[in-house]
Antibody
């Protein structure tokens, strides 16, 4: 069965970076994109961007350019998202999701989420 | 960005029919999808492309609409349907979500 395992919760200091992982299993990893979504109580669900797991190509929501960097390791079927220059506004639950990709772009499986807390 | 507007909350009794609406600020054709999120869990896909039921989702759930107005219907509602329901559009490059409708089962 399709599973997306995410890395554990992170407590980070303002100005630092964190790297979250999303390990896929149960399907051919490179046949689907991986998207990342941010959830906060105040802003709800926000789309960050996607990575083409086959080519490594990426597309970002303009709001998250410079904040998020998406990468992939095909050998381990793992996608990563690095968040840099963290501020308290980056505190959120971050989900990875399997993306059906072009032309439909919907998310048929989601990881359990990784909570990131930014605090001094 | 395309703004998706949802009613914040609904309360219904088990066995009733409930419709949850989502209005887009511009036409998104049928590139609208619905998710269910139970407390403390990740979202799960219910409906894709406005009206297609995701595999494994009970037939009590259905979706309709095109353009700017979309509806998720649950009929009949069960106690286990307590959750927040989100719509998501994929017409534009920047995919956006509605703010969610919290469904309470009385």
């Amino acid at each position: 069965q399709v599973q997306l395992q995410q890395s554990g919760a992170e407590l980070a200091k303002p100005g630092s970076s964190v790297k979250i992982s999303c390990k896929a299993s149960g399907y051919t990893f490179t046949s689907y994109y991986i998207s990342w979504i941010k959830q906060t109580t105040g802003q709800g669900l926000e789309y960050i961007g996607y990575i083409n797991t086959g080519s490594g190509g990426t597309n970002y929501n303009e709001k998250f350019k410079g904040k998020a960097t998406l990468t992939v390791d095909k050998s381990s079927s793992t996608a990563f998202m690095q968040l840099s220059s963290l501020t308290p506004d980056d505190s959120a639950v971050y989900y990875c999701a399997r993306d059906r990709g072009y032309p439909y772009w919907y998310f048929d499986f989601w990881g359990p989420g990784t909570m990131v807390t930014v605090s001094s | 960005d395309t703004v998706l507007t949802q009613s914040p909350a609904l309360a219904v009794s088990p066995g009733e029919r409930v419709t949850i609406s989502c209005r887009a600020s511009e036409s998104v054709s049928t590139l609208m999808h619905w998710y269910q999120q139970k407390p403390g869990q990740q979202p799960t896909l219910l409906i894709y492309l406005a009206s297609n039921l995701e595999s494994g989702v009970p037939a009590r759930f259905s979706g309709s609409g095109s353009g700017t107005d979309f509806t998720l219907t649950i009929d009949p509602v069960e106690a286990d349907d307590t959750a927040t329901y989100y719509c998501q559009q994929s017409w534009n490059d920047i995919f956006t979500f509605g703010s969610g409708t919290k469904l309470e089962i009385k």
